[in-house]
């Protein structure tokens, strides 16, 4: 884990929670910019997983290690199945869909910062 | 007779997959692989600690998992099955929730359902009953 990375991450996710609700509430689709957002939150998203994949490769052991890979893993499935489910049916509660997975995402990279701390 | 709007009885088909029903079952989704996950992760690594709340872990992942799918599916069949899957979800938060509040020697770790799901914003609590509600608003009209 990289703090401003997931910082970023945090961020992110953020704006597309907000978002999601912004174009639900205007009752509308999600738009292309919107979908693009999702699509680059997903990629920070996977980069990060990998960055920390990395480095536990590399030796470092968080306290609870089990827990902590399946974050990393969870963490990236997450935006592409909302990205199908909102697609497949597209009014505003698709965007709270995505809202939905973003919310998620923030949550779990929160967790994945406490988690992240030395086994000593 | 006319109170609410009226609806064509034939034509109307409320499917639970569809409208905020995809938020639902995207909520469902998320909590069957957070449950998943957790009660893998407590089965496979530390089960001795506490056998029968991590039994009741992988209880609450089955329940979430069978639950999603059922309402994604969204007919008549599944329907029935979410049902059962809801009521047992709700069962299940209620007296897991209290049970580890009254007797917290017997939940040692954590489980979703712990403390009526306050590690997961109490939503654990919160969803069966948007679930049991919207089960409610989609069902099919009596013949």
Not at chain 1, 33 to 48: R, W, Y
Not at chain 1, 77 to 92: G, M, Q, S
Not at chain 2, 32 to 49: D, G, H, I, N, Y
Request: glycine share 8%.
């Amino acid at each position: 884990m990289i703090e401003a990375l997931a910082y970023a991450v945090i961020a992110l996710a953020g704006v597309a929670v907000i978002w999601g609700f912004v174009t639900a509430a205007i009752n509308k689709p999600p738009g292309k910019a919107q979908l693009l957002f999702a699509a680059g939150l997903e990629i920070v998203t996977v980069v990060q997983s990998i960055i920390a994949a990395a480095k536990l490769a590399a030796g470092f052991r968080p306290v609870e290690m089990a827990t902590t890979i399946g974050y990393l893993i969870g963490i990236v499935i997450l935006i592409p199945i909302a990205w199908f489910w909102a697609n497949a049916e597209r009014n505003r509660f698709s965007g709270i869909v995505l809202a939905v997975a973003a919310l998620a995402v923030l949550a779990m990279t929160l967790r994945l910062l406490v988690l992240w701390t030395p086994a000593t | 007779m006319t109170d609410g709007p009226t609806q064509p009885t034939d034509s109307t088909v409320r499917k639970t997959n569809s409208g905020a029903g995809r938020v639902l079952v995207a909520v469902y989704g998320i909590f069957a692989l957070a449950a998943t996950a957790r009660a893998s992760v407590q089965l496979l690594t530390k089960f001795e600690e506490a056998p029968l709340a991590y039994l009741l872990s992988a209880l609450a992942a089955l329940v979430y998992i069978v639950a999603t799918i059922t309402l994604a599916r969204g007919t008549r069949a599944s329907r029935r099955v979410a049902l059962v899957a809801i009521i047992i979800e709700l069962v299940g938060v209620i007296s897991v929730g209290t049970l580890s509040v009254v007797d917290a020697e017997a939940f040692p770790r954590a489980t979703v359902w712990s403390v009526y799901g306050i590690g997961y914003g109490f939503v654990p609590l919160v969803l069966p009953i948007l679930g049991l509600a919207w089960l409610w608003h989609t069902r099919p009209d009596m013949p």
